[in-house]
């Protein structure tokens, strides 16, 4: 599996520091086949399925998933997968074959180019869940310098978690060796979430110190996919 991979400095004898994944950073990625600069090929599609999109001042910006089964998606990947192994100590591919990985890759359009720009991607696994489920691990994700601390980086993770909460099967979302600035990230799309479903309302906390009540955490479980842990940090947030 990989691990927790982010970065938010330049190349060169200091390293960018980790966003996410104890040790690791990851340096910008390469282009897309069929470019030799960062942007991908004009006219082009993006592989995978369009999954949400959002506006600023410099573009739009658009999420898409997909698997191991499309060849454009795993040759995209290819290039992709060697920044990791060459900037990174320790660092490994994660099986392009298994088709149980899910990839979602984020992308710029700015206004008067056709071309799309390549902004980051997160890896998630589906691993079986007896009797016929599934528990959801997000295990690399990355925003690449130039649009990092612009609100991308949780728009992504929210679409992921979205996605997850919409598919039955999915039971359970966990995270796979976080740093403690993707701490603090899944910390905050989980309260959103939270208080959007309508848990953890002024007059429904606890005092200080006073654990949740077992059904209601059990709701926001089942209701959420979260963790026991996520959601008691969750509940301690909003206090």
């Known amino acids: 599996m990989g691990r927790w991979v982010g970065g938010s400095g330049r190349l060169g004898p200091t390293p960018p520091r980790p966003l996410c994944g104890r040790g690791h ?4 990625l390469a282009p897309p086949p069929g470019n030799s600069g ?8 993006v592989p995978g399925t369009e999954m949400a999109s959002w506006s600023r001042d410099d573009g739009t910006y658009t999420v898409y998933r997909g698997t ?33 990985w899910d990839v979602y890759t984020l992308w710029r359009r700015a206004s008067g180019c056709a071309a799309p720009k390549f902004v980051g991607y997160a890896t998630c696994y589906r691993f079986a869940a007896l009797p016929d489920s599934i528990r959801y691990r997000v295990s690399q994700f990355i925003i690449l310098p130039p649009f990092q601390r612009a609100g991308h980086g949780l728009a992504l993770l929210e679409t992921i978690f979205d996605h997850a909460r919409a598919t039955d ?14 701490v603090t990230l899944r910390d905050v799309a989980d309260l959103k979430a939270c ?17 949740l009540a077992k059904d209601t955490s059990d709701a926001i479980r089942a209701a959420l996919k979260l963790t ?12």
């Open 25 to 28: 950073v990851v340096a910008p």
């Open 38 to 45: 960062s942007d991908a090929a004009a006219g082009a599609e």
């Open 68 to 100: 191991f089964d499309d060849e454009a998606l795993r040759a995209l990947h290819k290039r992709m997968r060697f920044f990791p192994i060459v900037f990174i100590d320790a660092a490994r591919f994660i099986e392009d074959t298994d088709p149980r």
């Open 169 to 182: 099967k999915i039971i359970e979302i966990t995270v796979e060796d976080p740093a403690p600035a993707f």
């Open 195 to 211: 208080l959007a479903a309508g848990y953890f309302k002024p007059d429904a906390l606890g005092a200080p110190g006073a654990p």
């Open 228 to 239: 026991a842990t996520q959601v008691a940090r969750t509940y301690e947030a909003a206090k």
